[in-house]
């Protein structure tokens, strides 16, 4: 689908270029995905998923030829210069994603969740009903793993049997960009959101889980910092 853009910036971090756009725009432009096929995808990136795709070609490629990317996390918005304060504040409020769950309400669009076990998906269910009550959940699958299997065909029969103009996914980051790569063209979707598993609609972090995104932030910092820092000197 040819989608007609208004304002684009690009970012580069850590050796990946982000195209980024304002939230009127994203939010624009994700009212048109969901509209029609075939299927766009729009990825909430982590900074936990940012040291991934730096570290990996395949997902660094999935990540810069995704439809939209949005960041909901202002630590990761603070690594570029001239951000206004308005930006960070809509990152640290994941205003796109309560944006989007207001706007799949209004136009009763039918959504399908996957996650990697059922305990996730009745977690992700449970997260998103609290934040919209009134979403239209028409199903929910379980994704078995990064490898094609049979199960691939089962699941992706289950999506279009639904045919929803929504899939939100919650998924580890290979197996997210495994799963869409594999089967973007045999899925009757207008969207895909990608949620990673950590932070966005998440509870909030207390002792292990905390230190944890203590640790990524810390190492998050370190990697910017490093990589910025050699691409002065070459």
Known sequence: ???????????????????????????????????????????????????????????????????LTVFCDPDILETEKNISRTRLKEAENQEYVHEFLKRAVKTRSKIFLLSDSKEQVDLLRETLFGRQGSLNIAGEGVLQGQEETEADSTLVNEINS????????????????????????????GLLLGLPQEGILAAEPRGFFKLTGYAYRKIFRHRVKKYNHQEKTE
């Open 1 to 67: 689908m040819s989608v007609q853009v208004r304002f684009m910036k690009t970012m580069d971090i850590l050796g990946i270029t982000f195209k980024y756009y304002s939230l009127r725009e994203s939010l624009r432009l994700t009212e048109q995905y969901m509209k029609t096929g075939p299927l766009s995808t729009v990825v909430c990136v982590s900074k936990k998923q940012l040291i991934e795709a730096a570290d990996h070609a395949e997902l660094k490629e999935w990540v810069e030829h995704a439809d």
């Open 162 to 189: 639904v045919a929803p103009r929504v899939i939100i996914a919650r998924l580890p980051f290979t197996e997210l960009c495994s799963f869409v790569e594999r089967n973007r063209r045999f899925i009757n979707a």
